[in-house]
């Protein structure tokens, strides 16, 4: 089973809201991403999970908040954000590249987010 | 950071013809991968390839890690194989960079 499931596919929010995004994945990964994609632009690296401790953190605003309660589950707490925000959210698990081994990327279908 | 560029940017084919997708990357990787991204946003995987070559039917790649770039080529295209193709690479920080992409249209 090479799936990663996201919920939900569409979100529509409100600047003053707060929702999250899942993600699960049953591989036995234990490294976890966020990305982030724009209309015609390539998907950026937002968050990194190893091991479910948070390795990377891209920049990003505070308005995102990363969790990962389990090596299986991946969440995105989403508040107070703006309409430039809109965009699709995809989540990926891969072995860990810290093992030396193989480290292929899977992705999800993402979340297709619109801030009003 | 690491730069990955792809080349060409956008390309129109007929049905039935043949293309070479390139990358280029800027430092040594620890990981590169293709993927195809379909009109509903769904990252394909295609290849995990950091070096050497492998095939999938009518799909093949080739990485020369040693002189930073990888080539996908794709045989006899088919409609089907529109979209955007994507190559990303890792570095040994376990940061992944995807390149900005070739949009493929495969016309009838």
């Known amino acids: 089973d090479t799936e990663v499931t996201q919920t939900p596919k569409h979100l529509v929010m409100g600047m003053t809201n707060k929702k999250s995004l899942k993600c699960e994945q049953h591989?036995?990964?234990?490294?976890m991403y966020w990305y982030k994609q724009k209309a015609k632009k390539p998907p950026e690296l937002m968050f990194v999970?190893?091991?479910?401790?948070?390795?990377i953190n891209e920049s990003v605003p505070s308005r995102f908040s990363p969790e990962c309660p389990n090596s299986s589950l991946l969440n995105l707490h989403l508040h107070a954000l703006q309409p430039e925000d809109s965009a699709l959210y995809l989540c990926?698990?891969?072995?860990?590249?810290?093992?030396?081994?193989?480290?292929?990327?899977?992705f999800g279908p993402g979340t297709r987010l619109t801030v009003l | 950071g690491i730069q990955v560029e792809q080349s060409p940017p956008d390309l129109i084919l007929q049905e039935g013809a043949n293309s070479t997708l390139r990358c280029n990357f800027s430092?040594?990787?620890?990981?590169l991968q293709w993927f195809h991204q379909n009109p509903w946003g769904q990252l394909i995987n295609l290849f995990y390839i950091p070096s050497g070559t492998k095939q999938n039917g009518r799909l093949s790649a080739t990485t020369v890690a040693t002189e930073r770039y990888s080539l996908l080529y794709i045989s006899s295209s088919q409609t089907t194989d529109s979209g955007v193709y994507f190559c990303?690479?890792?570095?040994?920080?376990?940061?992944?960079?995807f390149g900005p992409g070739t949009r493929l249209s495969v016309l009838p």
């Open positions: 990303a690479v890792e570095d040994y920080g376990q940061n992944f960079v």
């Open positions: 430092d040594s990787v620890n990981n």
């Open positions: 591989m036995g990964h234990r490294a």
């Open positions: 999970y190893s091991y479910e401790k948070l390795s």
């Open positions: 990926a698990s891969s072995q860990d590249s810290w093992t030396g081994g193989l480290n292929e990327q899977f």
